[in-house]
Structure formats: C-alpha cells, structure tokens
C-alpha cells in the first residue's frame, strides 16, 4: 500500500511541475522545434527521438536522474534534445547545437556514460543532416 501512495504523490508532483512549466514554454516548443518533431534515428538496436513536450522533459530527467528538466533545456533556442534508448529503455539524453550541428553532451543517468555512448554519438552525427535540414 505504501507504494501506491509513493506512485501517487509522485504523480502529482510530475503534474504540478508540468503545469507551471508547460504555459510558459509550449510556444517555444510549437515555433522552435516542431521542425524536429518527428525526426527518429535508428541503427536497429538504438533508438533516438527528439523530447517534444515539457512533459517529455520532466520524465526524461525524473528517469535518468541528471538535470534536463530543471535546467530548463526545453527553453534553449540553440539546443536540440533527443532521448537515445536499446528496447524502450533509457541509454542516453543527447543535446545537439543548433548552431554548430555537434554533438555537445550525451548523458547517462546520473551524468555518467552508457555501454552505448560512442554509439550513440556516432549515430547522431551520421544523421545530423535530418537535424540539418529540419533547421533549415
């Protein structure tokens, strides 16, 4: 029982910070990265997507435990975040500049490195013309 009211306060607070955060940014989110909506890269093991809502943002951060959502990476204009993960699960938080088009960061949970990492950066620079080209 003890669980579920665990679950459940959790729930709530995930819904409380959603709510403040989400009016303030989902313009940002609709005229800034809707071009990038969409954009899915995959090697057939590894799977990376673009985060796309505020939500999205707070689950990423809340699971891999590093600071995504409370830095608010959602609000900067420069960076392309994108959630890399093996079977649903997790590896990776990628940010990408908007100008440059590198890779600046890849994080594990708890800002450390996944068995996947150089994958996984491998992966994004090998499609950074999808990311291109939706900028442009």
């Known amino acids: 029982q003890r669980n579920i009211f665990h679950y459940f306060f ?9 709510h403040s955060a989400n009016a303030d940014v989902k313009s940002h989110l609709d005229i800034f990265l ?10 057939g093991e590894l ?10 943002f707070i689950d990423e951060g809340d699971s891999m435990h590093h600071c995504v959502y409370e830095n608010e990476y959602y609000k900067k ?6 959630s890399a993960k093996v079977n649903g699960e997790r590896m990776e938080t990628v940010e990408v500049s908007l100008k440059t ?3 600046i960061q890849s994080r594990a949970a708890c800002n450390k490195t996944s068995a996947y990492h150089n994958r996984i950066i491998e ?3 090998r499609n950074m013309g999808l990311i291109r ?4």
Do not use: M, P
């Open 133 to 136: 080209r939706a900028a442009s």
């Open 77 to 82: 204009k420069d960076s392309l975040i994108l």
């Open 101 to 103: 088009f590198k890779v």
């Open 47 to 56: 799977s990376i997507q673009v985060l796309q809502s505020v939500l999205e």
């Open 10 to 18: 959790q729930l709530l607070r995930i819904l409380e910070r959603y």
């Open 123 to 125: 992966l994004v620079n």
């Open 34 to 43: 809707c071009h990038f909506f969409g954009i899915r890269i995959t090697d």
